[in-house]
């Protein structure tokens, strides 16, 4: 993830959904979420769907891990929406 930035994802046997510990929250307050991560199979049309619907997000960025958009709540918690990588296309 870059210098001095770890990340751990954990999940059951079986399971598909999974919980990340990141080590790049520090000002994270007690009781706030940041970075829960949405998976999404076609995140162009979700956030232009959730953008008609009056959501407020980010642009979308491109990372090895993924396509992502960022967006906050009314608790100004942080949700990440991300399209996971997909196979290798020429």
Do not use: H
């Not at 619907?53 to 991300?82: H, N």
Request: with cysteine; aromatic share 8%; hydrophobic share 35%.
């Amino acid at each position: 993830m870059g210098p001095g930035q770890k990340w751990i994802q954990l999940a059951p046997q079986g399971g598909t959904t999974t919980i990340a510990l990141v080590t790049w929250f520090e000002a994270m307050r007690p009781g706030g979420l940041q970075g829960v991560m949405l998976n999404v199979t076609d995140i162009d049309e979700d956030c232009a769907d959730l953008s008609r619907r009056g959501l407020v997000l980010s642009d979308i960025k491109q990372e090895p891990w993924g396509r992502y958009a960022t967006f906050s709540d009314q608790d100004e918690d942080g949700w990440i929406l991300r399209q996971p990588p997909g196979p290798a296309t020429d």
